[in-house]
């Protein structure tokens, strides 16, 4: 697992419009909501990811960009982002390379069944590159003000 203070693992992934984005692009300009999620169009994962675009422009007050990754495909993002005019970049990491660097590709159990999968998970990243804040695990529901929230104290 990841730890908070530590350097961010450095990463380029392409988003929903096939653009390279690396966290190097950020690098002493804004700060990183770098967020994985399972699978686009979901309950718990759609709620969450509107609540991120609502909240986008009080993110951008704060100097601080949304990044949310799936193993999705680039065309899966596209159809999300449209379906629910949602105004923040979508990563896909169909590899898995970006869930692996951050450890969140884990093993679950449900129902008796263990697979592997993505643990709903955040990160905080400041503009040098530092981890702030590190969260496994974590639930949808209110995920994105409490981490405007956190970033607020910064």
Request: proline letters at 3%; charged letters at 25%.
């Amino acid at each position: 697992m990841l730890v908070k203070n530590q350097p961010a693992p450095e990463f380029s992934a392409i988003n929903q419009d096939q653009q390279l984005i690396s966290l190097t692009d950020f690098r002493g300009k804004r700060n990183v909501v770098l967020y994985f999620y399972p699978k686009d169009d979901t309950p718990g994962c759609t709620l969450e990811a509107n609540d991120f675009s609502h909240l986008a422009e009080e993110f951008a007050k704060l100097d601080t960009i949304i990044l949310g990754v799936s193993k999705d495909s680039c065309a899966s993002h596209q159809h999300f982002i449209e379906k629910y005019t949602l105004t923040i970049n979508l990563l896909a990491d169909i590899d898995g390379q970006l869930c692996e660097l951050y450890r969140v590709w884990q093993e679950k159990e449900k129902a008796g069944v263990k697979r592997m999968c993505i643990v709903r998970s955040t990160f905080l990243i400041d503009k040098q590159g530092i981890l702030r804040e590190v969260d496994y695990g974590v639930t949808p529901t209110n995920h994105a003000k409490a981490v405007l929230e956190k970033i607020k104290t910064w």
